[in-house]
């Protein structure tokens, strides 16, 4: 005998499951520096999808609970000590995020101005694949597979929850999502005081924040613009196609509409 290295291997044998699993599928090992003639208590990790197996009508691994046979030697045709394990039942729901892309609103005041995916991620402490369930706005929990895209103008409450395969199911986490991506409209008429000029503005989901007005005097080949100014009341516009009244309303979220004229 000479002083070397031991590494005992553990195997399981079959699941405690209907299923058809493996007489001995390889678990674990470990190694362990021996004198001659000594021995030595090792722990061996096992790892944790050999005691699963692949439900193919679920579609996902499934760890049966209950007891599982287990084998250490140095090889299959080596084993010196056989035992058992138990795989308890799975009573830990398993936890669920949800991460928003873009990670913050990318508008005014809260607000998105472009489409958000929301994606999931569930995890448990046996499950390797938790299902996702979503609610949308208070409605009912469907399964959630990939990512969420929202690209329609409106206030989201998602909520979500993930159920592992012994039926825990998490708690549920929320996010709200503002989102806007329309400008305002806008419109202009004459007031009955003929050179005075109203404007007024309308915007979906996020509302009017301001409406801005300027005017441009064209000067031979030259354009004057005035800086936009906040509108308030009415506003002067001469019957003068050199003089034009130029003005454009921004929402909450920060869209701006196209600049109109008048006349
Ligand atoms: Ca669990
Ligand atoms: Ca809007």
Redesign the pocket.
């Known amino acids: 005998m000479h002083s070397g290295a031991a590494r005992p291997q553990a195997y399981v044998g079959n699941l405690p499951t209907d299923v058809a699993t493996p007489d001995r599928a390889h678990a674990g090992f470990t190694r362990v520096a021996l004198e001659p003639g000594q021995s030595a208590e090792v722990a061996i990790p096992i790892d944790r999808r050999s005691l699963q197996y692949w439900d193919v009508d679920a579609n996902r691994w499934v760890t049966p609970t209950g007891a599982v046979p287990l084998y250490v030697g140095s090889s299959l045709e080596d084993i010196r000590v056989t035992g058992e394990l138990s795989v308890p039942a799975d009573t830990v729901a398993p936890t669920v995020t949800i991460t928003p892309d873009p990670a913050q609103p990318d508008g005014d005041r809260g607000w998105y101005v472009s489409p958000v995916t929301l994606a999931f991620a569930a995890t448990d402490d046996q499950d390797a694949a938790p299902v996702v369930e979503v609610s949308v706005n208070g409605g009912e929990f469907s399964v959630q597979d990939g990512p969420l895209v929202l690209e329609a103008?409106g206030v989201y409450t998602v909520t979500a929850r993930a159920r592992d395969a012994a039926g825990n199911v998490s708690e549920p986490v929320t996010v709200e999502i503002r989102l806007?991506r329309?400008?305002?409209t806008v419109t202009a008429e004459r007031t009955r005081l003929r050179l005075l000029i109203a404007i007024s503005a309308s915007?979906?989901?996020?509302g009017v924040a301001s409406i801005q007005y300027r005017y441009r005097l064209t000067v031979g080949e030259r354009d004057i613009t005035t800086p936009w100014r906040r509108y308030v009341s009415p506003v002067l516009a001469l019957p003068n196609a050199r003089l034009v009244l130029e003005y454009r309303a921004t929402?909450n979220?920060g869209?701006v509409s196209a600049v109109s004229t008048f006349p």
């Open positions: 103008d806007d329309t400008p305002p915007d979906q989901v996020s929402d979220a869209n």
